[in-house]
Every structure is written in structure tokens, then in C-alpha cells.
């Protein structure tokens, strides 16, 4: 255990990393339920990963602009072939979703086949190192959650599937290198299954849900030295679970009396 690592030098940033995934991912979660299309951060997370490390192969550090354009590049293309499997397949869509996650994880495997690094590049994408994020990356998400959080506002009650794909493609293309593949997909998700049965105030639980999520996981992982998104994708779990609970006890408490 190690208490002198609750320090904002050292958890500042990653929490202002969090609150920027969490800024564009809660709402964005929304209509990913409506839309019964849950695995599609997964997919384009893992897609927007292989961009990454084909840029990394090709030379071009993934901190660069080069190697920025080549993620948001293979995101677009991801998220546009999903706009069109899911007007054209639309009853298949989840399979497919599946289906090109497995194509972008084994083609990252392939890719890194002749590394010496690859196995740390993988550990890199999937755990993340959201401790170590940089200012530039931290003001990359911020311009970008300001972009789509503003689109997102101005259409949320027309958001069409093109826009939704693209601005999806874009958040997450800049998220799953601040965090992880994993937490990038818990960060959407979690908040928005222990949410989804209410009517009212449901954006403002799910944002506490996800900030008291982050919260507790990075101190955990500073004080207990546990890697910090692993334990994050626990917290939330964790924390909507107890919403959960929390929220069915209040009902039959207020139906008793």
C-alpha cells in the first residue's frame, strides 16, 4: 500500500483524461442501447487501435499527427461500413459488429507478428497507460469532446445514423489512446445498463456514476500499485451495481409505504 501516491501530480491528469471520455462517451451511450448495438465501441475502439498500429509499423509514431490521422482514418472507414451493414444487414447488425472486431483484433496480432515489442504494444492498447497521458493528447480529447458533446446537444433529438457513426468514430479514436480498449468500451456501457430503466435524470446518474467510477479506481491502483484500467472497468461495475440496488431498495421502500 502506498498512501503518498494520492497525489494530483500524479492523478490529475489521468482524471482529466477520464472526465473527457466520460463527457462524450455518456451521452453517446444513450443511443448506443436505443439502437441495440452495444459492441460497436468495442469494434471501432479496436479498429481505431489498428490504425494506430499500422501507422506505428509504417514509421510514424502514434503521438504524431501521422500516426493520429492513420487512428481517425481507420475509425472512419470502420464507423462509414458499419453506417451502411447496418441500412443494408440491419438484422444482423450486432453479429457483424462481432465479426469486425475479431477482423481489427487478429490483424493487430498479425501486424505485430515480427516485433520484438509487439506483446507490449498489445498489453498497451487493451490495459492502457491512462497514468501517463500527455498534455497534448489531454488538449486533442478536450478540442474533440467539445466537438462532438456540441454536436451532440444540437441534434440529440434528430441524431442520424451517419452523424452518430462519425462523431462515434471520432471519440473514440481520441479515447482509446488516453485510456484503453477495455475502459473505452466500460466507460460507455456500464453507466448507461444501470441508467437505462429511468425516465428522468438519467444523464446526470450516469455521469456520477462514471465520475465516482474513476475516481475510486485510480486511487485504488496509486495506493494498491494495480494497473489502472483494469481496476476502473471494476469500479464502475461496482458502482452501478450499487445504483442499481440502491435505486430498487428506494422503489420498494416508497411502494411499502
Request: proline share 3%; with cysteine; aromatic share 10%.
Amino acid at each position: 500500500m502506498n498512501s503518498d501516491a494520492l497525489t494530483l501530480s500524479i492523478l490529475g491528469p489521468a482524471m482529466v483524461a477520464g472526465m473527457l471520455v466520460l463527457a462524450t462517451h455518456v451521452p453517446l451511450d444513450m443511443h448506443v442501447l436505443k439502437r441495440g448495438i452495444v459492441f460497436i465501441d468495442l469494434a471501432i475502439a479496436q479498429i481505431a487501435g489498428l490504425g494506430v498500429i499500422a501507422a506505428d509499423r509504417l514509421g510514424w509514431e502514434p503521438t504524431t499527427w501521422a500516426g493520429q490521422c492513420a487512428a481517425l482514418l481507420a475509425a472512419l472507414v470502420g464507423a462509414l461500413l458499419l453506417t451502411w451493414t447496418e441500412r443494408r444487414w440491419p438484422q444482423i447488425q450486432e453479429a457483424l459488429i462481432g465479426t469486425f472486431f475479431a477482423l481489427a483484433a487478429t490483424a493487430a496480432t498479425l501486424l505485430l507478428a515480427g516485433d520484438a515489442h509487439g506483446g507490449e504494444h498489445l498489453k498497451d492498447l487493451l490495459v492502457g497507460q491512462i497514468l501517463w497521458v500527455s498534455r497534448d493528447q489531454i488538449l486533442l480529447m478536450a478540442i474533440v469532446s467539445i466537438i462532438v458533446f456540441a454536436t451532440w446537444f444540437a441534434k440529440r433529438r434528430s441524431f442520424g445514423r451517419v452523424t452518430f457513426y462519425l462523431a462515434f468514430a471520432l471519440s473514440v479514436t481520441t479515447s482509446v489512446q488516453l485510456v484503453d480498449v477495455y475502459l473505452v468500451f466500460a466507460s460507455l456501457i456500464v453507466p448507461a445498463i444501470a441508467v437505462n430503466a429511468l425516465t428522468r435524470g438519467a444523464l446526470t446518474s450516469a455521469y456520477s456514476i462514471g465520475v465516482i467510477g474513476y475516481v475510486v479506481g485510480l486511487a485504488g491502483s496509486a495506493v494498491f500499485d494495480l494497473p489502472s484500467g483494469p481496476l476502473i472497468v471494476w469500479t464502475l461495475a461496482v458502482c452501478a451495481v450499487g445504483f442499481a440496488l440502491a435505486r430498487h431498495f428506494l422503489l420498494r421502500y416508497k411502494a411499502a409505504t
